[in-house]
């Protein structure tokens, strides 16, 4: 898909508590996979570049 790199918007690992404890919004209330902290961490880990 080609989506660019976390920490070319800016974002770093130390904004990562932040992201998780505030990533249950709308959006994430009909993901139909129910995800972990550590799940999203992993995800944001993986995408930092």
Do not use: Y
Request: aromatic share 2%; glycine share 8%; net charge positive.
């Amino acid at each position: 898909m080609k989506l660019p790199e976390l920490s070319k918007l800016g974002v770093s690992a130390e904004d990562f508590p932040r992201i998780i404890a505030n990533c249950r919004g709308s959006s994430m209330k009909t993901n139909p996979v129910a995800l972990t902290d550590e799940e999203v961490g992993r995800i944001l880990r993986a995408r930092i570049g």
